[in-house]
């Protein structure tokens, strides 16, 4: 049985509805590698922000302490209270007593030294700390009949566990205890040494704080821009109040270290964003030649019926737009679809508390780069296309 010539036609157009579909996905691969990295940088980011603020504050934290020059014993109870009172003068929204010492837990099995650090209600919001059960400290806790704890994973890991129906109550000191109910547990790792938090007014109260062991400082969460205002008039205030003291007071968090830390990360992460979008408009613009390579005898036919160069080129363009547009689209609804929904905390087994948003600029950048990828890709073989001759192209 004699066969036909074969149709060469046919697998000509296969190829070119191949290519356009492979056009797109290298858009759609490109957009949502960089959308998923600038997001991925904003949550490295984060991390590192709160990292730095759970161990020095947040910004601005400044740290007041004042000590007698003469070398006499410190008055602890005075130093405080003059601090409060400066608080109260300026009206700081934010402060916190901050004092560690050693105190005799005793633990159901065995009684021993475990860590002691007296704070503020406010100290928790200020250094962003997290807890894995219970709760933190609030200005209630101050008129309790017995101190609140808050502790470390490794001091209820010694007490046996935490209910919070039925929280679990410890003996703090040697020859006077005093029984403490425990009322929050701390996430993180405390490298096994138990500590407890109580509030300033509790251990005064009950005698938990020997002023033998330190002078406590009073941590001030102001705004950046009024660091050197307020550091000048809390240092003359407590000179004047605390004659013979000397007074420090200096900022100890580290937001100057994290934003050049962030702005590094910031191009870096744009840079490896843009490079892979970079890498993806060059394949584009390689498939979009040879898109019009193959269809150089479509284009012909076309203009040889009357289509006019500015409708082909038109055409051709518009073609590799919309393609690269909607793919743009559907990567970044995919990407913002992944980054919104992965479960952060369990993956980089590091805590979280402010998840940022998915970056709106890196959004919009990344739709607007598919855009004009789709321009690149379709506008060079708009003009070859154009340029090509009709009968030349026909005969292709």
């Known amino acids: 049985m004699r066969r036909g010539p074969i149709d060469s036609s046919g697998s000509s157009e296969i190829r070119v509805h191949k290519l356009r579909v ?3 996905v290298g858009v759609f691969l490109a957009v949502f590698g960089m959308t998923s990295i600038a997001a991925a940088g904003n949550i490295g980011r984060q991390l590192v922000l709160e990292a730095a603020e759970r161990s020095g504050g947040r910004p ?3 740290t007041v302490s004042a000590f007698p020059s003469t070398g006499a014993t410190a008055d602890a109870d005075r130093i405080t209270t ?13 402060s916190s007593v901050f004092a560690q010492q050693e105190m005799v837990a005793n633990f159901p099995a065995r009684s021993e030294y475990s860590g002691m650090i007296v704070v503020d209600a406010a100290y928790g ?3 962003r700390l997290l807890l894995s059960e219970g709760r933190w400290f609030t200005e209630a806790d101050n008129d309790r009949y017995a101190p609140a704890l808050v502790v470390s994973e490794s001091f209820l890991e010694r007490l046996g566990g935490f209910d919070p129906n039925d929280p679990p109550t410890i003996r703090l000191g040697g020859e006077t205890p005093v029984t403490a109910t425990v009322i929050g547990v701390l996430a993180g790792e405390d490298y096994d040494y138990p500590t407890a938090y109580v509030l300033d007014a ?3 109260r009950w005698g ?15 705004p950046p821009d009024q660091v050197d205002a307020v550091t000048t008039a809390v240092r003359g205030d407590l000179m004047a109040t605390l004659p013979g003291h000397e007074v420090y007071a200096d900022r100890y968090d580290q937001a100057e270290g994290i934003q050049e830390l962030d702005l590094i990360l910031n191009y870096g992460v744009r840079g490896i964003g843009y490079f892979a979008l970079l890498l993806g408009g060059l394949g584009v613009l390689n498939v979009g030649l040879v898109v019009v390579r193959q269809r150089i005898r479509e284009i012909g036919v076309r203009r040889s019926f009357g289509a006019t160069s500015g409708r082909v080129f038109i055409t051709i363009l518009l073609e590799s737009v919309c393609a690269t547009a909607v793919a743009g689209a559907l990567a970044i609804g995919l990407a913002v679809a992944l980054v919104v929904n992965l479960p952060y905390e369990q993956i980089l087994d590091v805590p979280i508390e402010d998840l940022p948003p998915f970056p709106l600029q890196a959004a919009v950048e990344g739709f607007l780069a598919a855009t004009a990828v789709g321009a690149l890709a379709g506008i060079i073989p708009a003009i070859l296309a154009v340029r090509a001759k009709v009968i030349d192209a026909i005969r292709y």
């Not at 003059?82 to 934010?94: C, G, K, N, P, S």
């Not at 938990?208 to 102001?222: A, K, N, Q, R």
Request: charged residues 20%.
């Open 22 to 24: 492979i056009l797109p």
């Open 82 to 94: 003059a601090m409060r009172d400066v608080v109260e003068r300026y009206e700081i929204e934010y």
């Open 202 to 204: 509790a251990a005064s």
């Open 60 to 62: 601005a934290t400044l």
């Open 208 to 222: 938990l704080f020997d002023s033998t062991y330190g002078v406590p400082s009073m941590e001030l969460w102001i």
């Open 125 to 127: 919001p200020m250094h």
